[in-house]
């Protein structure tokens, strides 16, 4: 079983520093105490773990995407590649975007609602194509970029390429879902 320590005991001033405002950045939207666990490992190499959390902040803090369509993208993804870390992870910033619980069990176990809007409906498309390694379907991409325009289709794929990077992350190095 290969694991990371947990490094932020040993880390200098200025990574305890990008740590920290990490920390409390993802704290003020998530509603959580701590850094993910992902992330903490992550400090094992503090260049990668800041410009990949600098990645995740754009994507999720600053980007095109409504925080609903980002959140159904995340999940979606993460169940379609198995990543449980990331699927459980995510159900409370889904739940903080509006999504049902209902909704969030539903794409848990794999299926879409038929009561998704289309928007919603074309993102999760999009990522299906992402996670198959296919090209977007010209009418799919169509009508996600007629709700979010050319920069909400860019932000799905690099949602999916973003979480994938995560949940390589977790599976390589087998780390723990931390207890919320």
């Known amino acids: 079983m290969a694991t990371l320590p947990d490094p932020t005991a040993q880390l200098g001033d200025e990574d305890r ?3 920290d405002r990490m920390a409390a950045t993802r704290a003020h939207s998530d509603g959580r ?7 903490v490992r992550m400090f094992n190499n503090p260049g990668v773990a800041i410009k990949v959390g600098a990645l995740g902040e754009h994507l999720r803090f600053h980007a095109t995407l409504p925080d ?8 979606r993804f993460s169940e379609r590649r198995g990543y449980s870390y990331e699927l459980a992870h995510h159900h409370r910033s889904a739940r903080l ?21 289309d928007p919603q409906r074309a993102a999760l498309e999009v990522v299906d194509a992402v996670a198959a390694a296919r090209s977007i379907p010209e009418n799919v ?3 996600l970029t007629a709700a979010y325009g050319t920069a909400g289709v860019v932000e799905v794929v690099a949602l999916c390429g973003l979480y994938s990077l995560m ?4 599976t390589a190095f087998d780390i723990p879902l931390e207890h919320t």
Do not use: C, F, K
């Open 141 to 143: 991409q169509h009508r």
């Open 68 to 75: 609903d369509v980002r959140e159904l993208t995340i999940l």
């Open 33 to 39: 105490a701590r850094l993910g666990n992902v992330y």
């Open 167 to 170: 949940g390589y992350m977790v």
């Open 17 to 19: 520093a990008a740590y």
């Open 97 to 117: 975007a509006g999504i049902s619980s209902a909704t969030i069990n539903q794409l848990s176990s794999g299926t879409i609602p038929d009561d998704l809007p």
